[in-house]
Structure formats: structure tokens, C-alpha cells
């Protein structure tokens, strides 16, 4: 099989789509000529032309509105976000207006709208353009958030959420636009709320999100050398999430650490760790463990920036408490 | 009344000044149900921005788009809905138009065009926006008419997208209702400068109208409106009403912000239906017994519509995490 960047994998999930449907149309910052900052959509305007792939004034909060508008009315926008971070910039177009129309209008309105942005530390990018607010958005009923861990995944899931009749917001790590995963020639979605077990394992569960899996992956190689056996499961999406499937794998290995690059508190990984605590508590041999970025705006020194995210070798070294026992009851 | 209506047919003015009536009567009940305890939550009311909403969405086909507001009643009504639904809507009860989910603050009949009352100040404006923005790629010519308050002028929102709507000349009317008052503060003391100059600033074509004259309100839109479908858009209006009541229903004791006197004077001497009642009977439109059927028939509409919502059916428990998405019919099962 080929192998493909995740840009240029979110690249072919976008033209197959605008091909199949011609409701589909992008609005962002920079992304026809300049095909956004990072390369990911060059080549689209020339496909599709300046309608259809549409440069906007530096506005994110009129053109997520707009986005909401046009999916209210026929439309299936990909709203383009240049950093994660601006979502904060957003967050009324997001939270107030696109999450809760179906519902305020009784299941009248629909909001068939993607927006698609970012998340990842350790760019040198300091404070704000570093940050992984995933679970802000999730936190919030009537949004999807997918978090793609690969090319494979970046393409399927994208797919799926321009498919989708909800909003969707699309999180890919802006270090791994350049990573090459084995991507089908052939078409695929990947359906959402469908968690992906990558690795097989017996003595603890390692839950990683986006980049975070790959970080699973390695600690759990560490591991293997060891003669510690992980099981590795990636999400996918975290709403829908495939809590059965992480369930299942808790109780199977009683003990768990859930890794993602969002803050610790009140994160990704509180939310994951408590429902595997609530629903495999009998199971486990310890309280499932958090691993999340430290809780502090991300820095820009790289001798400080590197330490403040999750790490193969940090979950490897917690892995090994908790197989031991040492975490029990400590976290 | 200061307008011509030389090209409005009869038909048209009767429509509006129905439509009038039966705004000022479901706020008149709708106060009634808040004073007597039987409406859950507030409510803002439109009473006296009646001409407004009329006059616009007389202009407007079903396939128009519109977004409103929480002073919402009077768009929703102008725009086609029937009391019954919503009614049942101020009243939570099943048969509202969002199955009473949505309640005073985001009623809405969506099947004509009205695409929800929003309760964030200026929080619609990029979806109108949007809506016109969409009906150009589609390529119809549906025009979205985007109603806000004078309050609304100070949010940046509107800024960013009328700036977008005039680079790319969206099918858009923005629709400033200034009655005046920003909640409970006078809009002379929240906007600086002009409120038309913001628009034209953009290169916006502006209008300051009489938004107690329906007449002259309907002229002005329907020209604008066929200006808009043949792509000269966007359009900024700015309406000059009033609201009778206070900020919501619950804003009784407002003489530190408002004098009784001013109050009354606009009632008195501005109030859009007894200017156009008397329109239509000084040219001879309609007599006073026609006019006074009219008001019969929509009272009468009124009461049996409050009667039926207070009898019908509350939403079934099992209705709380429905319409949370789509395509998952309960989202916490």
C-alpha cells in the first residue's frame, strides 16, 4: 500500500468530497493561493475556484458564523481554523449558535458544518498556538470532535464528519502533517464512535488520543522489552466515544493510564479515567491514571515546552509503577 | 401615513395591518400569561415595533430567509407562524414549534424561512450572513434579512461579517430595529457617531427610515429586496421604533431609564396600527367596520389559540436528550 503525509491525506479527503457533493465548500483564512500556512489544501482553488474554496478577512467569528448560516440552509461548509487555539475566538458561533440548533429549534434545524483545525505542543509556537482544547469543545452537547492519530485516520474521519449533519470539529496535530501512514487508494470512511485497538496487550491498558497514540505505541515497545504487555486503543473520536470498547479492554487488563496532549484538569483524560473508574471499578487494580499536559500555558523554551507534554518514556516509567503497584491509590 | 402607496395593492395593506394586529394581540396574551404566573420564564415583548417586522417580511417570500431575535415574537408572526404553535412554544408544551425546547427566546416556524430567534445580542448576524452568502452558491435568489437591535451594534461580529457580505455582495439586509434602548440603557449612551455610518463605512448603502410607518418601511424593502436578488446587496437599514414595554416583562418600575411621558407619546402619537387604521380609512381602503371585524377575528384567534396551548400536552420526559444530534435519537441511552 502507499504512503501518504496526513496533509495531503486531509488534501484527498477534501477534493473526494467536494467532487461527490458539490454543497461541500471551504471558508478560512489563507486557504486558497496560499493553501494555509501549513500547505494542506494546495491545489484545491485550482480545482474548485475561488467559490467553492473561499479566502476570508482575519474574522473567525464572522466566518464560523457564516459557516453555521450557510449549513442551516444547504450548505456543508469545512470552516477552516488556522490555529486550535483561536477557538477561543469562536466559541458563541460554536457553542451557542452551531451546537445547540437542532436542539433549540426541537429538531427543525440542522448544522451540517466541519470545522476543521488544530492542536499540539512542542512547535516552539509559545502559549498561543500550542494548546489542545479538544475537551472544551466536547464538554459541550451537540458537537462531534474526532482526533485523528494518523494519515489513515485523518482522511476516514474527515470524510465521515463532511458527511455528517452535525457540527463536527476536526482536530489534526500540526506536527504531524509531514508523518506518512499506509492510506488506501481506495475509498473509505471511518465511522465515528468506533474506538481502533492498535496494539494487543494483557497487563494494562495505554488510551491515547491523536499524537498520544504513537506515544502509547513506543512506551508500550519500552514495555514489551520488559515483558510488560500493553494494549494500546486509540478513540478516534471522543463524541462519540466507544466506551464499551475501553471498557472492556480495562477490565481485561485492570489497570489503565489514559494519555492526551490537553490540560490534566478537567480534560480528556479526567473524563475517560472516570468512566473507566465508574464502569470497570471492580476489575481494576488501580485507579485508571491521567497523563494530560502539564497545567500551565504552554512555554516557549524548548527546555521548558518539552517537559510540560506526555511522553513514551514518562508512560512507560508510570506503566511500570502500576504493573508493580506502586500507584495504587496515589492517583 | 408619510408614504405612497401608490403600487401596494389593497390586498397588501390589509395583510399588514392584519399581521400588526395579531403581533400587538399574542404579546398583549402573552404579557397576560407572564402577569397571571402562567408562563414559564420572561419574555420580551414587540409591541410597538410592529411595523417593522411587517412591513419587512411583507417583502419576503416563504423561501426568504430571516433571523430574529429575543424580542422575537413579532418576526416569527410577520414571517407566517400560527398562534397555536406558538403558543404552545411560550408555554413549553409539546406541539411548539421546537417541541418547547426552545421557548419566547428561539421561537421559531422554520418552515418559512425563519431560521430561529437568537437570545446572544448580535449572535445571528454571521448566520444571516451565511444564509445569503449560501443562497449565492447555490445559486437562487433568496435574500436573508438579518433583524438585531440598536444594542447589537456594539458587538464586533456585525463588524466582520458586513465587512464579508459587502467584499463578496451578499443578498443581505441588516436590519437595525433602534427603539431606542439598549436594555435599560439609552442607545445615546452606548453607540458613538451615526449608526448608518457603520454600514457605510463598509460601502454599505444605508437607509434611516420611519419604523412606525409600515408603509414606508414595505416601499423601502421591497425595493431593496429586488435590488438584492439581482446581486446589489448588501443593504443596511436602520429602523427608528419603539418598545412599549420594558426590556422584558419583568422591567415594570423603569422611570429611572425612561420617562412615563415618553412612553405615552409614542403610544399616543407614533403607534404604526392606528396610523395605518386611520391610512385605510381616510383613502377609503377599508371601513371601520372591516378594520374593527379584523381585530375581532385575530382576538378571538388569539384567546382560543392561549386556551388550547394552556390545555395541551407538556413534552414526555424521554424528550430531553432527543434533538441533541441528528442521527442519534436519544444522545444519553
Redesign the interface.
Known amino acids: 500500500m502507499r504512503n501518504i503525509t496526513l496533509s495531503q491525506a486531509v488534501n484527498e479527503a477534501l477534493a473526494e468530497e467536494m467532487r461527490r457533493d458539490e454543497?461541500v465548500?471551504i471558508i478560512g483564512e489563507d486557504v486558497a493561493e496560499a493553501g494555509t500556512p501549513f500547505k494542506i489544501l494546495s491545489g484545491l482553488v485550482e480545482e474548485f475556484g475561488t467559490?467553492?474554496v473561499i479566502d476570508?478577512?482575519i474574522?473567525e467569528?464572522?466566518?464560523?458564523?457564516?459557516?453555521?448560516?450557510?449549513?442551516?440552509?444547504?450548505?456543508r461548509?469545512v470552516v477552516d481554523l488556522m490555529f486550535g487555539d483561536f477557538i477561543f475566538l469562536v466559541m458563541?458561533?460554536l457553542c451557542?449558535?452551531a451546537a445547540k440548533?437542532?436542539?433549540?429549534?426541537?429538531?427543525?434545524?440542522?448544522v451540517p458544518m466541519v470545522l476543521r483545525t488544530n492542536l499540539g505542543a512542542t512547535r516552539r509556537s509559545a502559549a498561543q498556538h500550542s494548546q489542545s482544547l479538544h475537551a472544551i469543545v466536547a464538554h459541550i452537547?451537540?458537537i462531534?470532535v474526532a482526533l485523528p492519530s494518523s494519515a489513515y485516520e485523518a482522511k476516514g474521519l474527515l470524510k465521515t464528519a463532511i458527511r455528517?449533519?452535525?457540527p463536527v470539529v476536526i482536530f489534526e496535530d500540526k506536527l504531524m502533517y509531514q508523518d506518512k501512514a499506509e492510506v488506501p487508494e481506495e475509498e473509505y470512511c471511518i465511522p465515528f464512535g468506533e474506538a481502533n485497538i492498535k496494539r494487543e496487550g494483557t497487563d494494562i491498558t495505554l488510551i491515547g488520543t491523536s499524537s498520544m497514540v504513537q506515544v502509547c505505541e513506543k512506551a508500550a515497545e519500552i514495555l514489551a522489552a520488559e515483558g510488560i504487555s500493553a494494549e494500546v486503543i486509540d478513540p478516534r473520536t471522543i463524541v462519540?466515544l466507544d466506551e464499551k470498547t475501553l471498557v472492556e479492554s480495562a477490565k481485561k487488563t485492570s489497570r489503565v493510564i489514559v494519555v492526551d496532549e490537553g490540560h490534566q484538569s478537567f480534560g480528556t483524560t479526567s473524563e475517560i479515567a472516570s468512566r473507566i473508574n465508574e464502569k470497570a471499578f471492580y476489575y481494576l487494580d488501580a485507579p485508571a491514571l491521567r497523563m494530560g499536559a502539564m497545567d500551565v500555558p504552554i512555554p516557549f523554551s524548548p527546555a521548558l515546552e518539552d517537559i510540560t507534554v506526555p511522553t513514551a518514556e514518562g508512560v512507560a516509567e508510570n506503566a511500570r509503577k502500576l504493573v508493580r503497584g506502586e500507584l495504587i491509590n496515589a492517583a | 401615513m408619510s408614504s405612497s402607496s401608490a403600487n401596494l395593492s389593497n390586498e397588501s395593506i390589509f395583510r399588514m395591518y392584519r399581521q400588526m394586529v395579531r403581533i400587538r394581540t399574542f404579546e398583549d396574551n402573552a404579557n397576560q400569561l407572564y402577569l397571571s404566573a402562567k408562563m414559564p420564564g420572561l419574555t420580551h415583548m414587540y409591541s410597538g415595533e410592529e411595523a417593522v417586522a411587517v412591513g419587512i417580511c411583507e417583502a419576503l417570500t416563504s423561501d426568504d430567509?430571516i433571523?430574529s431575535t429575543h424580542r422575537g415574537h413579532g418576526h416569527c408572526v410577520a414571517k407566517g407562524a400560527e398562534f397555536k404553535a406558538m403558543f404552545c412554544e411560550l408555554l413549553g408544551r409539546e406541539e411548539?414549534?421546537?417541541?418547547?425546547?426552545?421557548g419566547s427566546m428561539?421561537i421559531?416556524d422554520?418552515?418559512n424561512g425563519n431560521?430561529?430567534a437568537?437570545a446572544?445580542v448580535g449572535?445571528?448576524?454571521?448566520?444571516?450572513?451565511?444564509?445569503?452568502?449560501?443562497?449565492k452558491?447555490?445559486g437562487t435568489d433568496?435574500v436573508?434579512v438579518c433583524f438585531f437591535g440598536d444594542g447589537a451594534t456594539a458587538q464586533?461580529?456585525m463588524y466582520?461579517?458586513m465587512?464579508?457580505a459587502a467584499?463578496w455582495n451578499l443578498p443581505v439586509i441588516y436590519a437595525c430595529e433602534n427603539n431606542g434602548y439598549s436594555e435599560y440603557t439609552k442607545t445615546e449612551e452606548i453607540a458613538a457617531g451615526s449608526i448608518t455610518a457603520r454600514a457605510e463605512a463598509f460601502g454599505i448603502e444605508s437607509h434611516q427610515v420611519d419604523g412606525q410607518d409600515v408603509l414606508a418601511v414595505n416601499k423601502l424593502t421591497e425595493e431593496l429586496v429586488a435590488r438584492a436578488r439581482a446581486g446589489e446587496g448588501p443593504f443596511f437599514l436602520e429602523l427608528m421604533t419603539y418598545r412599549y414595554h420594558g426590556h422584558h416583562v419583568g422591567d415594570i418600575n423603569r422611570e429611572y431609564y425612561r420617562a412615563k411621558e415618553e412612553e405615552s407619546e409614542w403610544k399616543s402619537n407614533r403607534d404604526p396600527i392606528i396610523r395605518l387604521r386611520g391610512y385605510m380609512i381616510e383613502n377609503g381602503i377599508a371601513t371601520e367596520a372591516e378594520i374593527d371585524a379584523i381585530n375581532e377575528e385575530v382576538f378571538k384567534d388569539a384567546s382560543d389559540a392561549v386556551e388550547y396551548a394552556l390545555n395541551a400536552k407538556y413534552p414526555d420526559p424521554s424528550e430531553v436528550d432527543?434533538?441533541?444530534?441528528?442521527?442519534?435519537k436519544h444522545?444519553l441511552a
Open positions: 454543497t465548500f467559490n467553492r476570508t478577512p474574522s467569528p464572522g466566518f464560523m458564523g457564516m459557516g453555521v448560516g450557510a449549513a442551516m440552509t444547504g450548505m461548509p458563541d458561533q451557542n449558535q440548533t437542532h436542539y433549540m429549534s426541537g429538531g427543525k434545524l440542522n452537547p451537540g462531534k455528517d449533519n452535525n462519540p | 430567509k433571523t411548539g414549534y421546537c417541541r418547547g425546547k426552545g428561539h421559531a422554520q418552515s431560521l430561529g437568537n446572544i449572535g445571528s448576524l454571521g448566520i444571516a450572513t451565511g444564509a445569503a452568502l449560501s443562497s452558491l447555490r433568496e436573508a464586533g461580529l466582520e461579517v465587512n464579508m467584499l432527543m434533538h441533541v444530534f441528528t442521527d442519534v444522545a
